[in-house]
């Protein structure tokens, strides 16, 4: 008999203790407790003579809400270091967070320029119309990124809104890259009613810039094999006109996260159709429809594969959403700054 490591029935034990701890883990009343988690798991994990690799993931609930976690484990099990509310980013000059910021959005004052026939532009109302965009804030010296540009209510007559409403969210991450959906409605001057229409937008955190996720190559296969599909399925709805698949337009990457799968990816084409049979999954004049993907971005390839303490925190968490995971690779100040955005004391590093 070999008996060169831990019994099958030891780690069987190990696993099972430590994925309840996962399981019951919830944001520390203290550090006190947080550190001893994060000894405990380091020592009992060290039976098995495998490294831990410390991630921090964040999470949707059923209402939307956004929690980080700081998970510490291996494929054996993983415990919470710490939790919090909101998306925190780690990355190497910096712990980011993503922050939901209140603008004012001006408005026309449509009576006004009404009574004037229409002519020249139109005067800006004593009201402002409120939205909300994405800021990122790097804890470290509150450098601020704004991942959308500027939101617009101008067009080329000038300011004709007499309602105005914008809104953004991150809905996914992987990797570095935020994959953001934003989404503006408007009622202009005379109309008879609102519109509105949405934007994606790839953010690359590391490099502080917004990117294009596909290449030419892999965007022309994905026109020809994945729009194929969305075409024979958006068509048999019978509420939108489309003849061809280049009449759909590819509008939105969306990442999944699976337990034991993985990273996921499906796209989602756009066809115009009528204001009543509109959907609301991109605009007021458009049906969408959403395919799996055939064809992987080769820039999300790195992160395919989950890290073994994010699956072991799935397995307990059936009414969570994985929203994304950020590696932790530094060791001291990193570990220090994640503990401080955390809300925890110093942290034992990783063994």
């Known amino acids: 008999?070999?008996?060169?490591?831990?019994?099958?029935?030891?780690?069987?034990?190990?696993s099972a203790a430590l994925l309840c701890l996962a399981c019951g883990s919830r944001p520390s009343s203290g550090q006190d407790d947080t550190v001893e988690a994060a000894v405990a798991v380091g020592a009992a994990l060290a039976i098995v003579n495998e490294p831990t690799q410390d991630v921090v993931i964040w999470t949707m609930d059923r209402e939307d809400r956004i929690t980080s976690h700081w998970l510490r484990g291996n494929r054996f099990g993983a415990v919470i270091l710490a939790s919090r509310e909101g998306l925190l980013f780690p990355m190497a000059d910096g712990i980011w967070e993503i922050e939901t910021r209140t603008i004012d959005l001006p408005l026309c004052d449509c009576d006004t320029w009404t009574d004037d026939g229409m002519e020249g532009p139109c005067p800006k109302s004593d009201e402002t119309a409120t939205g909300e965009t994405i800021v990122l804030v790097n804890l470290r010296n509150d450098e601020e990124l704004s991942p959308l540009p500027l939101v617009e209510s101008m067009d080329e007559e000038g300011l004709v809104y007499t309602d105005h409403s914008f809104g953004a969210a991150v809905i996914a991450s992987v990797g570095p890259y935020l994959f953001i959906r934003s989404s503006e409605e408007v009622l202009a001057c005379g109309a008879a009613h609102n519109s509105w229409s949405s934007q994606f937008t790839v953010f690359d955190v590391a490099g502080r810039e917004t990117v294009e996720i596909l290449t030419d190559e892999e965007r022309a296969r994905i026109l020809e094999e994945e729009q194929t599909s969305a075409f024979n399925g958006i068509r048999s709805d019978n509420l939108v006109n489309v003849d061809r698949p280049e009449d759909l337009e590819l509008t939105t990457i969306k990442p999944g996260l699976l337990p034991g799968v993985g990273l996921t990816i499906h796209y989602q084409f756009t066809a115009d159709s009528s204001f009543a049979d509109s959907d609301d999954n991109w605009?007021?004049?458009?049906?969408?429809?959403?395919?799996?993907?055939?064809?992987?971005?080769?820039?999300?390839?790195?992160?395919?594969?989950?890290?073994?303490?994010?699956?072991?925190?799935?397995?307990?968490?059936?009414?969570?959403?994985?929203?994304?995971?950020?590696?932790?690779?530094?060791?001291?100040?990193?570990?220090?700054?994640?503990a401080k955005a955390f809300g925890v004391g110093a942290m034992p590093a990783s063994p």
């Not at 060169?4 to 780690?11: E, F, H, V």
């Not at 959403?290 to 390839?301: K, M, S, T």
């Not at 969570?320 to 950020?326: F, P």
Request: glycine share 8%; net charge negative.
């Open 1 to 14: 008999m070999n008996n060169t490591g831990p019994s099958r029935y030891a780690l069987l034990f190990l």
């Open 283 to 338: 605009g007021s004049y458009s049906r969408s429809v959403i395919v799996p993907a055939r064809n992987f971005p080769e820039a999300l390839a790195p992160y395919a594969a989950l890290p073994p303490a994010m699956s072991t925190f799935a397995v307990f968490s059936d009414d969570l959403r994985l929203g994304g995971w950020i590696p932790i690779t530094g060791e001291g100040e990193q570990i220090a700054a994640i």
